[in-house]
T-cell receptor, first 117, second 111 residues
Framework: EAGVAQSPRYKIIEKRQSVAFWCNPISGHATLYWYQQILGQGPKLLIQFQNNGVVDDSQLPKDRFSAERLKGVDSTLKIQPAKLEDSAVYLC???????????????FGPGTRLTVL | KQEVTQIPAALSVPEGENLVLNCSFTDSAIYNLQWFRQDPGKGLTSLLLIQSSQREQTSGRLNASLDKSSGRSTLYIAASQPGDSATYLC??????????FGDGTTLTVKP
């Protein structure tokens, strides 16, 4: 079974520029998550999709961050414009279902390390 | 709001020692708890998942326990090896479906 794929692995941009990250979840996984992990901290959930609908985006800075999951498979996360404090690793994860009925172990991709100068 | 704490932040042990990592959470109304391992510059690898109705899960040298009433989970690593050196994170999922992570414990196993 192929894992969660993410690209790019690394990105360096200047503040006020825009950037986009891509994620392809494990085949058949209905739930997709984007996390932000700042150095020395645990991942913080930015947005959670179930199929192509948003389940939770309460911690997404909507003035600069946006995410979409067209057709309920791949997803993109965009930052526009970027700030210095956005420097972090952006992790994508997927699980079979996010509800209460089934075991929903999360599987993570390798992440994208973003540096904002 | 769920808060997850992992203490200590860092731990160094000699090879062969048994050790325990701790995870505590403030809201006991959880759906499950998952332990992960993260190597430097890498993503998270799932180690063990405990459903709220379970008390423990085991995989090889790893054993995770869950005590919902006290808001605690422990990850026991037996006969530690240098290859176990990594950051260990716990994530608590609430009944509403949201996961909250601790900041992790960085483990160093010295040969």
């Amino acid at each position: 079974e192929a894992g969660v794929a993410q690209s790019p692995r690394y990105k360096i941009i200047e503040k006020r520029q825009s950037v986009a990250f891509w994620c392809n979840p494990i085949s058949g996984h209905a739930t997709l998550y984007w996390y932000q992990q700042i150095l020395g901290q645990g991942p913080k959930l930015l947005i959670q999709f179930q199929n192509n609908g948003v389940v939770d985006d309460s911690q997404l800075p909507k003035d600069r961050f946006s995410a979409e999951r067209l057709k309920g498979v791949d997803s993109t996360l965009k930052i526009q414009p970027a700030k210095l404090e956005d420097s972090a690793v952006y992790l994508c994860a997927s699980s079979r279902v996010g509800g209460r009925g089934l075991v929903n172990e999360q599987f993570f991709g390798p992440g994208t390390r973003l540096t904002v100068l | 709001k769920q808060e997850v704490t992992q203490i200590p932040a860092a731990l160094s042990v000699p090879e062969g020692e048994n050790l325990v990592l701790n995870c505590s959470f403030t809201d006991s109304a959880i759906y499950n708890l998952q332990w992960f391992r993260q190597d430097p510059g890498k993503g998270l690898t799932s180690l063990l998942l405990i459903q709220s109705s379970q008390r423990e899960q085991t995989s090889g040298r790893l054993n995770a326990s869950l005590d919902k009433s006290s808001g605690r989970s422990t990850l026991y690593i037996a006969a530690s090896q240098p290859g176990d050196s990594a950051t260990y994170l716990c994530a608590v999922r609430t009944n509403a479906g949201k996961s909250t992570f601790g900041d992790g414990t960085t483990l160093t196993v010295k040969p």
